[in-house]
């Protein structure tokens, strides 16, 4: 930010008219030396830190719905009277400051203390809590869940059951600035391991169920240990799709799943001078963006026509291809990998490519094999009901293995998105604590692709016709792909200037906020 930018800023000490600032506007200032906005919603007026806590978005770009304020990057949502985070990606409140109105002017005045945990009570059916709560899974829908069943108030045993090494941590960034070299390790960690210990969640790492027993209530693990629940959240998420190739072996390939899977990538990466990635997907094309930017020579091969023309359709994958085009990296379109001998790639085509390693992101598949095992109902997912429930009381699912009932499509959808999963997780939370909350977050999903970011809300699985208003080449437009004259999926493709900043650290001190 430039000095004339921080000049034009207004002093809220001052006052501002009333006038000034219509019903739903955000003006941005400081208070007491802090970036602060402030936002109208009717005869109340409300100032909050001006950034969000997920990835810095600058809230006075976002967007006012009633009494909340949503983040124009990644789609936070927070409460203007509270600051709560109500909806992930962002897991903190914002700060907020006093604000009073004295004739025709709105002063800010000082920041107020954050709220507190909530003080749990039994839901409206006189359900008391849990005597315990198991989550099986480790990532965003796991943690999401685990902070927010503190947040609201339950003090019971809780127990995350993870088969990953580390803790929770931001995975859309594995493809992106961590495999570029912009994100340390530490910086991944979407919660420092104090925080477990202060809120008094047992974090298991390593650690693989074996069984459920949802009868008796009990999990096995692999180790012998067992943990009895009487509410249970499977949040398995979902693993990559491995391929057979002839000549192929462990040194050859990579696939990009776990922290583990993207240090191992950084650590070949160092001595490679090219790569080959099989499969245009998201995450196969994210790989290769952030390897060309470590200088590497990158080849695609994938069968389809253009990149992710399955999601995206052939529009919007021509532009995707033309932009890594652009910077230097060479497609094989329409093939496959028949061979691997050495270095060298046969393709089914006849062609050959050299590559010293290979990093493969042809799909995930849902981990539903202890859901099927214990009995649930599964169908290319677990099946839950809008609470998230699965078929049998006080088992919930959330993240990429649940198949929900969406109310904005009608139809049985899976989505494997990092924000819906947090999401997820949050009201599977909220209803093991008896709220009955439905699920009926749009999904929302992000990728950037050296400097263009495109921005993808809600859920298409098919779609008769697409519109595009804007330039797609000149990478600003939105996209809408509608069914039967209803639009369903609405994507934006924009420039992104990214500066990465470290997430603000919880503080180990205020063991009672989250």
């Given at each position: 930010?430039?000095?004339?930018?921080?000049?034009?800023?207004?002093?809220?000490?001052?006052?501002?008219?009333?006038?000034?600032?219509?019903?739903?506007?955000?003006?941005?200032?400081?208070?007491?030396?802090?970036?602060?906005?402030?936002?109208?919603?009717?005869?109340?007026?409300?100032?909050?830190?001006?950034?969000?806590?997920?990835?810095?978005?600058e809230l006075s770009l976002g967007l006012v719905v009633g009494d909340t304020l949503r983040c124009p990057l990644h789609h936070a949502c927070f409460s203007l009277r509270t600051g709560e985070a109500l909806r992930a990606p962002a897991l903190d409140p914002i700060p907020r400051w006093h604000v009073e109105r004295i004739d025709d002017r709105i002063f800010v005045g000082e920041k107020l203390p954050e709220f507190g945990r909530r003080q749990l009570c039994r839901s409206n059916d006189g359900q008391k809590p849990p005597a315990s709560v198991v989550i099986i899974g480790g990532g965003a829908a796991g943690l999401g869940a685990a902070e927010m069943l503190r947040r609201e108030g339950y003090d019971g045993p809780l127990t995350m059951i993870s088969a990953d090494d580390w803790p929770p941590y931001d995975r859309p960034n594995l493809s992106?600035?961590?495999?570029?070299?912009?994100?340390?390790?530490?910086?991944?960690?979407?919660?420092?391991?104090?925080?477990?210990?202060?809120?008094?969640?047992?974090?298991?790492?390593?650690?693989?169920?074996?069984?459920?027993?949802?009868?008796?209530?009990?999990?096995?693990?692999?180790?012998?240990?067992?943990?009895?629940?009487?509410?249970?959240?499977?949040?398995?998420?979902?693993?990559?799709?491995?391929?057979?190739?002839?000549?192929?072996t462990s040194s050859h390939l990579h696939y990009l799943r776990t922290f583990a899977d993207a240090r191992a990538i950084v650590s070949r990466a160092a001595s490679a001078r090219r790569v080959a990635v099989i499969g245009a997907s998201f995450i196969g094309l994210e790989v290769a963006a952030s390897l060309r930017s470590l200088g590497i020579d990158v080849d695609v091969i994938a069968p389809g026509s253009q990149p992710m023309e399955r999601v995206m359709g052939p529009e919007v994958g021509l532009m995707i291809r033309e932009l890594h085009v652009a910077h230097g990296v060479v497609f094989h379109m329409g093939e496959t990998v028949s061979k691997i001998d050495g270095s060298a790639l046969l393709l089914t085509g006849g062609g050959k490519v050299e590559a010293d390693f290979v990093v493969l992101g042809v799909g995930v598949r849902p981990s539903v094999s202890l859901a099927e095992q214990a009995g649930l109902t599964t169908d290319r997912g677990i099946l839950v009901n809008e609470y998230l429930e699965t078929s049998a009381s006080g088992v919930f699912a959330a993240g990429d293995i649940a198949r929900w009932p969406d109310p904005h499509s009608g139809e049985m959808i899976r989505v494997e998105h990092f924000v819906v999963a947090e999401q997820q997780g949050q009201v599977a939370a909220k209803n093991i604590l008896g709220h009955r909350e439905r699920f009926d977050a749009v999904p929302f999903f992000w990728t950037q692709q050296y400097d263009v970011a495109i921005n993808y809300v809600g859920h298409a699985e098919r779609w008769d016709s697409v519109k595009i208003d804007g330039n797609l080449h000149t990478h600003d437009c939105s996209v809408s792909y509608k069914r039967r004259g209803k639009r369903s999926l609405l994507q934006r493709s924009h420039g992104l200037s990214k500066t990465l900043k470290p997430r603000p650290r919880w503080n180990p001190g205020m063991s009672e906020h989250t």
């Open positions: 930010m430039t000095e004339n930018d921080e000049a034009k800023k207004l002093n809220f000490a001052e006052g501002l008219l009333v006038r000034d600032l219509p019903d739903g506007a955000i003006a941005v200032g400081q208070a007491a030396g802090e970036d602060v906005v402030l936002v109208r919603r009717g005869d109340d007026f409300f100032a909050v830190d001006a950034n969000c806590t997920h990835y810095h978005g992106k600035d961590f495999l570029a070299g912009a994100a340390p390790d530490e910086w991944m960690r979407l919660r420092l391991p104090e925080y477990y210990r202060e809120q008094k969640i047992d974090l298991l790492l390593n650690a693989r169920v074996s069984a459920l027993d949802i009868p008796a209530k009990q999990v096995h693990l692999e180790n012998g240990a067992m943990y009895g629940f009487e509410a249970l959240l499977i949040a398995t998420g979902s693993e990559p799709v491995k391929l057979q190739i002839e000549g192929a």
